[in-house]
């Protein structure tokens, strides 16, 4: 594969002319006998150094950033219907697509305060489900307290009056009968 090497005076006047957008990179390819390619290469080499957006000639729309999109929705905001369609054809956009991306634009804050608020909302619901359960916890740690203090008490009970004296009603009935009946 040979590789030609072009004089730079040469290679920047076919820059000058692929920038300017009047003609197409084929015309220009069938008029220097550069090959198409190197063409290509050199045109985004370019672009690349003068950091030019995506918005220029030959790309697809599909495929640009989003600053790059608000960019054309900014740059087409004051114009006329025929002036619109005039710089979408500059740009290979249709003007549908100018047309979403400004009510993306538009509705872009709108989303964020839905998110917002949606946060907010799951927020609070999070907050009153976590007092809830810790109402739940601290009435179930002070039945848990009662309950061992119970039993310290029935313990120390035993212990003075042991464990015959110390009968619950039901027991007592029982106890009398018995000796009722002996």
């Given at each position: 594969?040979?590789?030609?090497?072009?004089?730079?005076?040469?290679?920047?006047?076919?820059?000058?002319?692929?920038?300017?957008?009047?003609?197409?990179?084929?015309?220009?390819?069938?008029?220097?006998?550069?090959?198409?390619?190197?063409?290509?290469?050199?045109?985004?080499?370019?672009?690349?150094?003068?950091?030019?957006?995506?918005?220029?000639?030959?790309?697809?729309?599909?495929?640009?950033?989003?600053?790059?999109?608000?960019?054309?929705?900014?740059?087409?905001?004051?114009?006329?219907?025929?002036?619109?369609?005039?710089?979408?054809?500059?740009?290979?956009?249709y003007p549908?697509?100018?047309?979403?991306?400004?009510?993306?634009?538009?509705?872009?804050?709108?989303?964020?305060?839905?998110?917002?608020?949606?946060?907010?909302?799951?927020?609070?619901?999070?907050?009153?489900?976590?007092?809830?359960?810790?109402?739940?916890?601290?009435?179930k740690e002070?039945?848990?307290?009662?309950?061992?203090?119970?039993?310290?008490?029935?313990?120390?009970?035993?212990?003075?009056?042991?464990?015959?004296?110390?009968?619950?009603?039901?027991?007592?009935?029982?106890?009398?009968?018995?000796?009722?009946?002996?």
């Open positions: 594969m040979s590789y030609n090497k072009y004089p730079k005076e040469m290679k920047e006047a076919i820059m000058v002319r692929m920038l300017e957008g009047d003609e197409t990179v084929t015309d220009i390819q069938r008029d220097t006998g550069v090959g198409i390619n190197t063409l290509y290469r050199w045109r985004d080499q370019a672009k690349h150094q003068k950091g030019l957006s995506a918005t220029t000639k030959y790309k697809n729309a599909d495929k640009w950033s989003s600053q790059d999109k608000f960019m054309v929705v900014l740059e087409t905001a004051n114009l006329t219907e025929i002036e619109f369609s005039e710089y979408c054809r500059e740009k290979g956009v549908e697509q100018v047309k979403e991306w400004k009510e993306a634009c538009i509705n872009a804050n709108d989303n964020a305060r839905e998110k917002g608020t949606q946060a907010g909302k799951e927020l609070r619901a999070e907050h009153k489900e976590k007092e809830k359960l810790e109402k739940e916890l601290a009435r002070k039945a848990l307290a009662e309950a061992a203090a119970l039993l310290v008490l029935r313990k120390k009970a035993d212990a003075i009056w042991g464990t015959d004296e110390w009968l619950n009603p039901r027991q007592e009935a029982e106890t009398k009968k018995e000796t009722k009946v002996s």
